[in-house]
């Protein structure tokens, strides 16, 4: 039997024991997160993390681990521009590592990023975007952070707290994600959503055992 067949076999029969406390999901990239529960649909995986549900492909998934087995992640490391992101965090009430990993995914930390929509600087503001918050220079850092952060904030608020579909309309734009009423079924938005809930699920502490 060819190796995938092998792992193929260990996955399904992960997904089909039975579960009586958290796991961790061990991804093929390397990522490790826990997750309260999970269901197999035909090629794909659903992993409920903390903030929603992760939608990855079987293929991604290495195994599962029992909690008690799990070796910790060390610590994420210290990014760029945190008293700006802390501050920006705190003033609007949007988590730091969430802020974090929306400014990994969309210019991994660099302020003079410009993608070829025109979106600019840290959190790749649309110019109209800039214009609504009055940011005179997009590639100002604290400009940047603080308007970025308050429109997730304004997503977060207009979907109800539903991180999913912030993130898709962070994305794609809010139009889309209620003309699709969820995400869009566009592969950029979908695989964006996914890794930033990924990575923020791997950034957050286990829930202990009671």
Do not use: W
């Not at 269901?39 to 992760?54: F, I, N, Q, S």
């Amino acid at each position: 039997m060819r190796r995938g067949a092998i792992c193929g076999v260990v996955v399904l029969a992960a997904l089909a024991a039975p579960r009586a406390r958290a796991d961790y999901a061990v991804l093929r990239s390397g990522v490790r997160l826990h997750v309260a529960g999970y269901e197999r649909k035909g090629d794909r995986v659903l992993l409920a993390v903390t903030g929603g549900m992760v939608d990855i492909a079987a293929s991604d998934l290495a195994s599962i681990e029992p909690e008690d087995t799990f070796q910790a992640l060390p610590a994420a490391p210290q990014a760029p521009y945190g008293d700006l992101v802390r501050a920006a965090a705190q003033k609007h009430g949007v988590d730091e590592k969430l802020i974090r990993r929306v400014i990994a995914a969309e210019s991994n930390f660099n302020p003079q990023a410009v993608s070829r929509k025109q979106a600019l600087g840290l959190m790749q503001l649309l110019p109209k975007t800039a214009a609504h918050y009055a940011v005179a220079n997009a590639f100002d850092p604290a400009a940047n952070i603080d308007a970025g952060t308050r429109y997730l904030k304004e997503l977060l608020d207009r979907y109800r707290g539903d991180l999913r579909l912030a993130l898709a309309a962070y994305n794609a734009g809010p139009e889309m994600v209620d003309r699709y009423g969820g995400v869009p079924p566009f592969r950029e938005t979908r695989n964006y959503v996914q890794q930033i809930l990924a990575a923020v699920a791997a950034d957050s502490p286990a829930t202990p055992r009671r």
